[in-house]
């Protein structure tokens, strides 16, 4: 018989305590598994957005919280295009609308019609892309259309006026997938604000030596950039990965998953703490028996933490499966189209499996001390 | 071979001193309960020694003394000459030196005869192998073998200490601590048992000290250690006046 046997045997023993400690630590471990891959997704998904586009670099209004409130004039463009290493500079009005038929706010973006943006889009038959002579006509993302119901030729209703739908396109990218993009002008007049836009987007020129460098040095030009009388204008410009990570957004999902984990761990943690414990108390005899036969201190220990990190590790596992199944099923949710992402990396699984020890550490720890310093004698009285 | 008193069994009188006792006092409670108080022993190697008293009587602190399970509060105790108080890892010491057979058998409910004569071994370093087929020889021994794969439940009560007494002996200790050890076996299994503890004393060399109510059981032993509030009874008409009392 090997120990682990012996250890495996006393969990059995207590079957359906047993696997309702793994179920409240698979939980724990589904809940951190689930939520973390779900906001590494997004951000994913949302870098793959500006890389896709073949973006290095994004202005927006130096200082503002919320990037949806940024407010540039258009005509910085034109001087952001004379800085050295710059190859393509475009624009981007961000805002977001509410259409008939979906449940939460779309975004919608104003891009200028030469703007390279649209290289990253492919617009499926029988549509086209916007032209000059459009007026009042939007692209829909593939998921979009497909959640509105809308096909080519067909009008939507944006802020009360009428929309053709001129194109119906897919990125690949189920962030952009779910936009609805018309022209700046457009959006311009249709938010009342002439000659605004929220960002600009940068393209660095192939055949830099050191991008790095190039972009650290831009930023610097860039945010010093002044105005006639000699202000600063006020711009913030960053490597297109950093900025993504830096919204707020992206970094409140972060800090929600992780609070949640927490809160989920501690539960998942003190269920085990009180089931180990519980399981100690039970035995009091048992190990005094062990320890009067000549078990060490040491050994009753690992018999107790063996027992718990069997405990943890199964219920991570199990987690992890679980996980892997809710967000399955989440990513078909219609509501959660396109914000759920279906992967879970390897990080996020390392991560879950030492979230596991340590749940099995903090739940078995303590009644494992408390075990080992049972004295024998407590056990074994005579007469 | 016995003569019933606390004296020296002659065939003994040149045995090294294995467990030797000395003026040891063992209070609880913050000092106010005095379970014993200033016993001197001495046991030799070899020797089969019953330990006889009434309830309260103190006997079981000093099987719990005696089997280092528990400290004494002032004195000393000597293995081999080895002062008990200086050792580091009592775990260690006991499991290669103490076996212990108990009223209530306490085998582990979950595990098989043969499985349960090789929790001891854990702590010893052999492997699961080598710990397998001692297991089987030690069973084959207590005339177990046949049910070594067997739960306890399994088993009748006799079967059960034959089993609890092969688990004693899984890692050879000199050494044997056995507390009722017939207590609760009918007649039949209880004269099986003491069979059992006749040839290990006389054909394996061991050290045998057994703790018992029983008359009949404490007949087997070459001397008895009588006890009585916390001291030895040193005089013989004062055992038998507490052998009638028994």
């Known amino acids: 018989m090997h120990f682990l046997d012996f250890v495996l045997r006393n969990l059995l023993r207590r079957r359906v305590r047993t696997a309702l400690t793994i179920v409240g630590v698979s939980v724990a471990i589904a809940a951190v598994v689930a939520l973390l891959s779900i906001t590494n997704g997004y951000e994913l998904t949302s870098k793959s957005v500006y890389a896709s586009h073949g973006i290095d670099m994004v202005v927006v209004k130096a200082g503002v919280a919320d990037r949806s409130s940024s407010t540039l004039d258009e005509d910085l463009g034109k001087r952001l295009q004379e800085l050295s290493g710059i190859s393509k500079v475009s624009a981007t009005l961000r805002d977001s609308v509410s259409f008939e038929g979906t449940s939460g706010p779309v975004p919608l973006n104003g891009w200028p019609l030469d703007s390279f943006n649209f290289d990253a889009l492919n617009i499926l038959p029988p549509g086209r892309d916007l032209e000059p002579t459009d007026k009042q006509a939007v692209l829909l993302g593939k998921t979009l259309a497909g959640n509105l119901d809308k096909k080519v030729g067909d009008e939507v209703e944006i802020e009360g006026k009428n929309f053709k739908v001129i194109g119906i396109y897919e990125s690949g990218n189920i962030i952009e997938d779910r936009k609805a993009i018309m022209s700046l002008r457009d959006l311009q007049s249709l938010m009342d604000r002439i000659s605004q836009v929220s960002q600009f987007e940068i393209t660095l020129r192939k055949d830099l030596p050191d991008r790095t460098a190039t972009i650290a040095v831009l930023r610097q030009e860039i945010e010093n950039l002044k105005d006639e009388d000699g202000t600063k204008v006020g711009l913030a410009a960053q490597a297109s990965d950093d900025f993504v990570k830096s919204d707020n957004q992206i970094r409140l999902a972060h800090a929600m998953a992780w609070i949640t984990s927490a809160i989920a761990l501690i539960v998942g943690s003190i269920g085990m703490l009180n089931t180990m414990i519980v399981s100690v108390l039970e035995r009091t005899q048992e190990i005094g028996i062990l320890r009067a036969i000549g078990w060490r201190k040491m050994r009753i220990m690992r018999m107790i933490l063996v027992e718990s990190f069997t405990l943890s590790f199964t219920g991570a596992v199990l987690g992890i499966l679980l996980a892997f199944v809710m967000i399955q099923v989440l990513a078909r949710f219609p509501a959660a189209q396109g914000a759920v992402h279906g992967g879970i990396t390897m990080r996020v699984i390392v991560m879950a499996y030492l979230l596991s020890i340590l749940v099995g550490l903090v739940g078995g720890g303590y009644p494992a001390l408390r075990g080992a310093n049972l004295p024998p004698t407590e056990a074994l009285r005579y007469e | ?246």
């Open chain 2, 1 to 246: 071979m016995n003569n019933h008193s606390h004296l020296l069994h002659p065939s003994h009188n040149g045995a090294p001193v294995i467990l030797q006792v000395d003026r040891v006092s063992r209070t609880y409670a913050d000092g106010s309960v005095t379970a014993l108080n200033d016993v001197s022993l001495e046991i030799r190697r070899g020797e089969y020694v019953a330990i006889m008293g009434p309830s309260g009587s103190g006997k079981s602190t000093l099987l719990n003394l005696l089997g280092t399970l528990d400290r004494p509060t002032t004195g000393e105790l000597y293995f081999e000459g080895h002062p008990l108080s200086q050792l580091r890892d009592l775990d260690a010491f006991r499991s290669r030196k103490i076996g212990f057979v108990f009223q209530s058998f306490y085998l582990l409910p979950t595990l098989t005869a043969v499985e349960n004569v090789q929790i001891p071994m854990f702590e010893t370093g052999a492997t699961p192998a080598q710990r397998v087929k001692r297991a089987y020889e030690l069973l084959e021994m207590v005339s177990m073998g046949h049910r070594a794969t067997h739960l306890p439940a399994q088993l009748s009560v006799g079967e059960r200490q034959r089993v609890a007494i092969a688990r004693a002996l899984a890692n050879d200790p000199p050494l044997l601590l056995a507390d009722e050890p017939t207590g609760n076996l009918d007649s039949r299994s209880g004269n099986d048992v003491l069979s059992l503890f006749d040839e290990l004393h006389t054909q394996r060399g061991k050290t045998l000290i057994v703790i018992t109510h029983s008359q009949e059981v404490a007949d087997h032993a070459e001397r008895i250690i009588w006890i009585r509030d916390g001291g030895i009874v040193h005089s013989r008409a004062e055992a038998l006046k507490q052998r009638e009392a028994v």
